[in-house]
Protein backbone atom coordinates (compact mmCIF):
# COMPACT_ATOMS: atom_id res chain seq x y z
CA UNK A 1 0.00 0.00 0.00
CA UNK A 2 1.59 3.09 -0.52
CA UNK A 3 1.84 5.84 1.63
CA UNK A 4 0.10 8.85 1.82
CA UNK A 5 0.80 12.51 1.76
CA UNK A 6 -1.41 15.42 2.65
CA UNK A 7 -0.45 18.34 0.16
CA UNK A 8 -1.27 21.14 1.70
CA UNK A 9 -1.81 24.52 -0.08
CA UNK A 10 -3.88 27.43 -1.34
CA UNK A 11 -3.78 26.51 -5.14
CA UNK A 12 -7.54 25.51 -5.00
CA UNK A 13 -8.84 28.86 -4.32
CA UNK A 14 -7.30 30.48 -8.00
CA UNK A 15 -8.53 28.41 -11.01
CA UNK A 16 -5.46 29.14 -12.46
CA UNK A 17 -3.26 27.75 -9.39
CA UNK A 18 -5.54 24.95 -9.17
CA UNK A 19 -5.57 23.68 -13.09
CA UNK A 20 -1.62 24.99 -13.84
CA UNK A 21 0.77 24.74 -10.77
CA UNK A 22 -1.24 21.81 -8.37
CA UNK A 23 -1.03 19.43 -11.19
CA UNK A 24 2.37 19.40 -11.40
CA UNK A 25 3.24 19.53 -7.62
CA UNK A 26 0.75 16.53 -7.19
CA UNK A 27 2.14 14.65 -10.16
CA UNK A 28 6.04 14.69 -9.06
CA UNK A 29 5.16 13.22 -5.58
CA UNK A 30 2.84 10.70 -7.40
CA UNK A 31 5.95 10.03 -9.49
CA UNK A 32 7.71 8.97 -5.90
CA UNK A 33 4.86 6.46 -5.37
CA UNK A 34 2.99 8.51 -2.89
CA UNK A 35 -0.69 8.97 -2.58
CA UNK A 36 -1.56 12.46 -2.48
CA UNK A 37 -4.18 13.59 -0.48
CA UNK A 38 -5.28 17.10 -1.45
CA UNK A 39 -7.78 18.85 0.56
CA UNK A 40 -9.23 20.83 -2.43
CA UNK A 41 -10.08 17.41 -4.38
CA UNK A 42 -11.14 15.33 -1.70
CA UNK A 43 -13.98 17.79 -0.56
CA UNK A 44 -15.07 18.95 -4.01
CA UNK A 45 -17.86 16.75 -2.91
CA UNK A 46 -19.49 18.97 -0.51
CA UNK A 47 -22.14 21.34 -0.45
CA UNK A 48 -21.35 24.69 0.17
CA UNK A 49 -25.16 25.90 0.06
CA UNK A 50 -25.85 23.92 3.09
CA UNK A 51 -25.57 25.14 6.52
CA UNK A 52 -22.25 23.83 8.28
CA UNK A 53 -20.11 23.30 4.99
CA UNK A 54 -17.14 25.31 6.32
CA UNK A 55 -16.83 23.07 9.43
CA UNK A 56 -17.56 20.11 7.80
CA UNK A 57 -14.50 20.88 5.52
CA UNK A 58 -12.32 21.97 8.50
CA UNK A 59 -13.06 18.64 10.19
CA UNK A 60 -12.35 16.54 7.11
CA UNK A 61 -8.89 18.14 6.28
CA UNK A 62 -8.09 17.79 9.75
CA UNK A 63 -9.01 13.99 9.88
CA UNK A 64 -6.60 13.68 6.91
CA UNK A 65 -3.89 15.35 8.30
CA UNK A 66 -4.32 13.14 11.41
CA UNK A 67 -4.83 10.15 9.18
CA UNK A 68 -2.44 10.57 5.84
CA UNK A 69 1.42 9.42 6.65
CA UNK A 70 2.83 12.82 5.91
CA UNK A 71 2.45 16.89 4.83
CA UNK A 72 4.25 18.30 2.11
CA UNK A 73 3.35 21.80 2.62
CA UNK A 74 3.44 24.70 0.45
CA UNK A 75 4.51 27.72 1.87
CA UNK A 76 4.70 30.74 -0.25
CA UNK A 77 3.26 33.75 0.20
CA UNK A 78 4.24 36.94 2.54
CA UNK A 79 2.96 35.66 4.88
CA UNK A 80 2.16 31.81 3.77
CA UNK A 81 -1.78 30.86 3.83
CA UNK A 82 -3.26 30.97 7.19
CA UNK A 83 -4.84 27.36 6.25
CA UNK A 84 -1.60 25.98 5.05
CA UNK A 85 -0.18 26.93 8.72
CA UNK A 86 -2.52 25.73 10.40
CA UNK A 87 -2.45 22.48 8.53
CA UNK A 88 1.06 22.40 9.19
CA UNK A 89 0.98 23.20 12.51
CA UNK A 90 -0.90 20.08 13.04
CA UNK A 91 0.77 17.75 11.52
CA UNK A 92 3.75 19.11 13.58
CA UNK A 93 1.87 18.64 16.62
CA UNK A 94 0.58 14.50 15.56
CA UNK A 95 4.84 13.71 14.58
CA UNK A 96 4.12 13.52 10.74
CA UNK A 97 7.00 13.39 8.80
CA UNK A 98 7.01 17.23 7.35
CA UNK A 99 8.22 18.76 4.18
CA UNK A 100 8.45 22.01 2.95
CA UNK A 101 7.81 23.77 -0.67
CA UNK A 102 8.77 27.47 -1.33
CA UNK A 103 9.58 28.16 -5.13
CA UNK A 104 8.83 32.22 -3.76
CA UNK A 105 12.02 33.79 -3.47
CA UNK A 106 10.89 37.04 -1.41
CA UNK A 107 11.96 35.96 2.37
CA UNK A 108 9.55 36.12 5.30
CA UNK A 109 12.20 35.62 8.30
CA UNK A 110 12.70 36.40 12.40
CA UNK A 111 16.36 34.44 12.27
CA UNK A 112 19.23 34.47 9.54
CA UNK A 113 19.18 30.74 9.25
CA UNK A 114 15.69 29.81 8.04
CA UNK A 115 13.70 31.65 5.27
CA UNK A 116 10.78 31.94 7.11
CA UNK A 117 9.51 32.10 10.58
CA UNK A 118 11.29 29.57 12.50
CA UNK A 119 8.24 27.95 13.98
CA UNK A 120 7.84 26.68 10.47
CA UNK A 121 10.62 24.51 10.93
CA UNK A 122 10.30 22.69 14.28
CA UNK A 123 8.56 19.53 12.25
CA UNK A 124 12.35 19.42 10.25
CA UNK A 125 15.17 18.27 12.05
CA UNK A 126 18.10 20.96 13.28
CA UNK A 127 20.80 19.95 11.07
CA UNK A 128 19.94 18.70 7.56
CA UNK A 129 16.56 20.91 7.12
CA UNK A 130 17.15 21.98 4.03
CA UNK A 131 16.71 18.23 2.53
CA UNK A 132 13.12 18.76 3.91
CA UNK A 133 13.16 22.35 2.02
CA UNK A 134 12.13 22.56 -1.76
CA UNK A 135 12.31 25.25 -4.25
CA UNK A 136 10.77 23.90 -7.18
CA UNK A 137 9.22 21.08 -8.69
CA UNK A 138 12.38 19.32 -9.97
CA UNK A 139 13.89 18.53 -6.75
CA UNK A 140 11.07 17.33 -5.17
CA UNK A 141 12.37 13.76 -6.99
CA UNK A 142 15.89 14.08 -6.15
CA UNK A 143 17.37 11.22 -4.59
CA UNK A 144 19.59 13.20 -2.19
CA UNK A 145 16.67 14.98 -0.68
CA UNK A 146 14.41 13.65 2.72
CA UNK A 147 11.12 13.41 0.42
CA UNK A 148 12.41 10.81 -1.74
CA UNK A 149 14.47 8.82 0.65
CA UNK A 150 11.24 8.61 3.16
CA UNK A 151 9.43 7.29 0.19
CA UNK A 152 11.61 4.61 -0.50
CA UNK A 153 11.34 3.18 2.78
CA UNK A 154 8.94 0.36 3.91
Not at 49 to 70: C, M, N, T
Amino acid sequence: MAKTVYLANPYGFSVQQNELLLPQLAAALEELGLEVWEPFARNNQVDFLKEGWAYRIGQSDFRDVAESDAIFAVVNGVPPDEGVMVELGMAIALGKPTFLFRDDFRRVVDSEEYPLNLMLFTGLPEEGWQDYFYTSVDEIASPEKALAQWASRP
